[in-house]
């Protein structure tokens, strides 16, 4: 028995769960939602590399007639670009795997604290406007709430991601439900995601 081995099952090193034990959440008008909590294991370096190594973009963006700060900061892995930790090669492998659907982009954000978040939207640009698509959604770091609700109105949904969780929107969801990251007024750490998604998803 290898010493290096038995370790590594020990200290629970960096390693990715078993995605079959992601839990679905059935939604309104053909669209779904898988949760698997600590799905990224031992994700702590991981998380540091990331906030410390990726080129971290801020941009503004046109609102009405006002110019204003997009309020988390960017980075887009194309197709084929290399990605910026090891790891997030073998989740985007798992996944798409797991899915049967070519993940092949990685968007990253970085919510600096509370104020940092996304409005209410869909990935609607391209594909995802018109046919029933799959957006994966890695979270690291502070915990934070991924809101869903439905186009048509009513009560959203609140799925808190901490630290390692996955959430994955497919079915129509992108089409047929919104998501937001809210602001936080609670005292707020830095939040990593990691959003992969097929061609032609944006
Ligand atoms: O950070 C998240 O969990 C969501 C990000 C998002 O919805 C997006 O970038 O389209
Ligand atoms: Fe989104």
Redesign the pocket.
């Known amino acids: 028995m290898s010493v290096p081995f038995q370790a590594s099952l020990l200290d629970s090193g960096p390693g990715l769960g078993n995605l079959v034990q992601a839990h679905r959440t059935e939604l309104a008008g053909g669209a779904w939602v898988d949760v698997l909590p600590g799905w990224l294991r031992g994700a702590d370096t991981l998380f540091t590399t990331l906030v410390q190594d990726v080129p971290w973009q801020a941009e503004r963006r046109r609102m009405y007639d006002a110019i204003v700060d997009v309020p988390?900061l960017l980075a887009f892995y194309r197709e084929g670009m290399a990605l910026p930790d090891p790891m997030l090669d073998a989740a985007k492998e798992a996944l798409s795997r797991h899915y049967r659907i070519v993940f092949t982009t990685a968007?990253l954000?970085l919510?600096r604290d509370g104020r940092d978040s996304?409005a209410w939207?869909g990935?609607r640009v391209g594909r995802g406007s018109t046919e029933d698509t799959c957006?994966a959604?890695a979270?690291l770091g502070a915990t934070?709430v991924?809101a869903l609700r439905p186009r048509t109105g009513g009560p959203a949904l609140r799925f808190p991601?901490a630290h390692g969780d996955l959430?994955v929107m497919g079915g129509s969801c992108q089409r047929t439900w919104d998501?937001?990251?809210p602001k936080s007024t609670r005292p707020t750490g830095p939040?990593v995601?990691i959003?992969f998604r097929p061609r032609d998803v944006l």
């Open positions: 988390r968007g954000c919510y996304v939207h990935d957006v959604i979270s934070r991924l991601l959430l998501h937001a990251v939040r995601s959003q």
